[in-house]
């Protein structure tokens, strides 16, 4: 069965970096988009972006350049992002999602206080 | 970038009722058109697809329609199970937006 397994929960510092994995089993890691979605406390669905886990090739939300990084790891069908410079405004659930939407993370709870 | 407008943002409802919860899109989107379904504390969950397929395992009270650049999600007769966030999404063109969501709830 396809399943996307998110890494854990965070609690960083403001101006520091934050990387987390989003697991794929089930299908063929490198078939599908992964995108990366933002969710704010209370708030609604932001799209960051989206990795294709056979070329590398990315597409970035312009408001995201700069902040977030997608990355893959074929050999354990693995996706990455990591968020750099992280203010209290990153504080959100980050989840991660196949392309076709159809299977989404757990998410990922990313919690930026001093 | 493309601008989802979803409507209402809020939608009280009794068990039983047909509803209806629309996204207009301010550029021309085709049938590049998802909807979601979001509970409390869970990930959202893909309910319709290309504007108007079923995605798989959702109840066919579930239905995806399109006239011009408004896309609708309407459920014929609402569950109590069916009250959740719905959310629309563009996936024509970079960067894909979402809507702004619509909460479903017992009047």
């Known amino acids: 069965q396809v399943q996307l397994q998110q890494s854990g929960a965070e609690l960083v510092k403001p101006g520091s970096s934050v990387k987390m994995s989003c697991k794929a089993s089930?299908?063929?890691?490198?078939?599908?988009?992964i995108y990366w979605i933002k969710q704010r406390p209370g708030q609604g669905l932001e799209w960051i972006g989206r990795?294709?886990?056979?070329?590398?090739?990315?597409n970035y939300n312009e408001k995201f350049k700069g902040k977030a990084t997608f990355t893959v790891d074929k050999s354990s069908s693995t996706a990455y992002m990591q968020l750099s410079s992280l203010t209290p405004e990153d504080t959100a659930v980050y989840y991660c999602?196949?392309?076709?939407?159809?299977?989404w993370g757990q998410g990922v709870m990313v919690t930026v206080s001093s | 970038d493309i601008q989802m407008t979803q409507s209402p943002s809020s939608l009280p409802a009794s068990l039983g009722d047909r509803v209806t919860i629309t996204c207009r899109a301010s550029q021309d989107i085709g049938n590049y058109l998802r909807w979601f379904q979001q509970k409390p504390g869970k990930s959202p969950r893909l309910m319709i697809y290309?504007?108007?397929n079923l995605a798989a395992g959702v109840p066919s009270r579930f239905s995806g329609s399109r006239s011009g650049s408004d896309y609708s999600l309407t459920i014929s007769s609402l569950e109590s199970e069916d009250m959740a966030d719905y959310y629309c999404?563009?996936?024509?063109?970079?960067?894909?937006?979402f809507g702004s969501g619509t909460k479903l709830e017992i009047k």
């Open positions: 089930g299908y063929t890691f490198t078939s599908y988009y």
């Open positions: 999404l563009q996936s024509k063109e970079s960067p894909f937006t």
């Open positions: 990795i294709g886990p056979g070329s590398g090739d990315t």
């Open positions: 290309g504007a108007t």
């Open positions: 999602a196949r392309g076709t939407s159809d299977y």
